[in-house]
């Protein structure tokens, strides 16, 4: 809060906060009147902030200090210690609660202010000269320099690049990332669901996850696919505010088939047309937002060379289940990662492909006359297409169907855009070495394999993901009305995508996070590093 220093930029204004350059309002005489009136309102905040800190922290430290020597006391008797030393753990909670108090001071000085804005569109440019302002949990307006702030708390951007939060669709909460063996998944999801403290534990597990996203700039994820109702469970928890996290699109278990991918972790087995509409019709009592089908294999469960997406749920289960997910009035997804599964999805009502494959005339004639959309997941692919087997321990027959899994999700992506179908972007979180934290990659992937403008890339990332989610109206772009869904980076993503790899702030429904820092795993950054792209 408080007077923003002369910048030729942007600023950002959050319930007060905002982007801004103050050269004209400094070198004008009501402008330094305003400059005065509201340093002084400022100051009088920041008094009143002191005393009730004061108070509080002589109430706490009173209660703490009795605790305190009690228990130092209990300590000297039972270890008969007599002299100084003991007498030192007194001050312990005090100074506990002098660091906090200072922790907690150390944000509330007055800031300057100094941005660029990517508004999300398709071919966007740097705004400069602007001001963006939010009341609360949306964007109130975008307006020139010069525009009165009084009643904004200002946020110095440091010449960073402000933008839209990125969207990521493609998620399973569930998973870290870890290259290392998880065991077996069915046994595991049964465990972390067989009693209240395990549940509680999932719960606790996913909502760090998530939190991991958001921190990494990703304020909207999708999930296709996750152990029972935590994902739904933790979409209300966070909207309700009782924990951190992105916005949830939550899809929780999925529906597949015996022997289907995922089948008996984080999706159901339907062994018959009218089980996969119950499987959907169960699934929506927790009220998702989508319904995830599992209609092809992948890579992992692959059983011949060059075929990773054999066909595993009829044409009839796939009819059955969109049918009902649509008169409930959710759309489908589906892991599809064959031609034949393209298809088939296509034919029976699936309105997203997760993945996708090699399509042909009448596979892009479908897409355009469903409406439907492919969500590309390029990162999930690269580990077992690109990396020494030494490395990803991949046999050489998964190896070679990452290869054709990659190269089908980049021809389908291809494919797609030429002709006008909509592409969005995924990262597969959960899979070996695809971290809650990288979605940046997947957008860079997209610029590099798929040959788009970076511009184009981060768009796909904010408000193409926003609309194939279909809250292209909440989130998505730096537009009055959305939601403050908001990352600084330090660097200009139109020119070097990589700069998403560090965000500076995040913001998610207007709430601010400064500097947020997320717990990487050194294995996955060094091999994904070594990646082209």
Known sequence: RGR??????????????????????????????????????LTLRYVRTFVLWAAAGLVIGALGGLIGTAFCYAIREATQLRGAYPWLLYFLPAGGLLIVWLYRLRGMHPTDTNGVLLDGSADMQPQRGMVLRTDGEKILDIVPEGTDLTGFEIVDLKGGYLMP??????????????????????????????????????????????????????????????????????????AAGKCDGPRILAADMAVSVPGGHMAGSLAYEATSAAQAAEDVRKIAQGKPDLIKLMITGGVLDAKKKGEPGELKMPPEYVRAACGEAHRLG???????????????????????????????EEILRLFRERGAAQVATLSAAVPYARFDRSVSKATEMEQYNGEVVLEGIIECAKACLAAGIPVGLGTDTGCPYITHYDMWREV???????????????????????????????????????????????????????????????????????????????????ELDKVSG
């Open 444 to 526: 860079r992937y997209f610029h590099t394999f798929c040959g788009v403008s970076n511009a184009f890339a981060l768009h796909t990332a904010t408000l193409g993901n926003a609309k194939i989610a279909g809250i292209d109206g909440i989130t998505g772009s730096l537009t009055p009305g959305k939601s403050a869904d908001l990352i600084v980076t330090a660097g200009n993503p139109l020119e070097d995508l990589e700069t998403l790899r560090h965000v500076s702030m995040v913001t998610m429904r207007g709430k601010l996070f400064r500097d947020p820092k997320v717990r990487k795993m050194p294995d996955c950054e060094r």
């Open 330 to 360: 959710l759309p489908v997804a589906a892991h599809v990662e064959s031609t034949e599964g393209v298809r088939v999805a296509l034919e029976n009502g699936v309105d997203t492909i997760e993945h996708g494959a090699k399509p042909d």
């Open 165 to 238: 939060g990125l969207i990521n669709l493609h998620v399973h909460l569930p998973a870290s990332g870890s290259p290392k063996k998880q065991g077996n998944p069915r046994k595991l999801v049964k465990f972390m669901t067989s009693m209240a403290l395990t549940r509680r534990i999932a719960l606790a597990m996913c909502e760090g996850y998530a939190k991991t996203q958001l921190l990494s700039g990703v304020t909207t994820i999708r999930t296709v696919g996750g152990i029972a109702d935590i994902d739904t469970r933790l979409r209300g928890r966070i």
């Open 4 to 41: 923003p220093e002369p910048c030729r930029a942007v600023p950002f204004i959050q319930r007060g906060r905002e982007i801004h350059t103050m050269d004209s309002e400094k070198n004008t005489a009501a402008g330094r009147k305003n400059l005065l009136r509201r340093h002084a309102k």
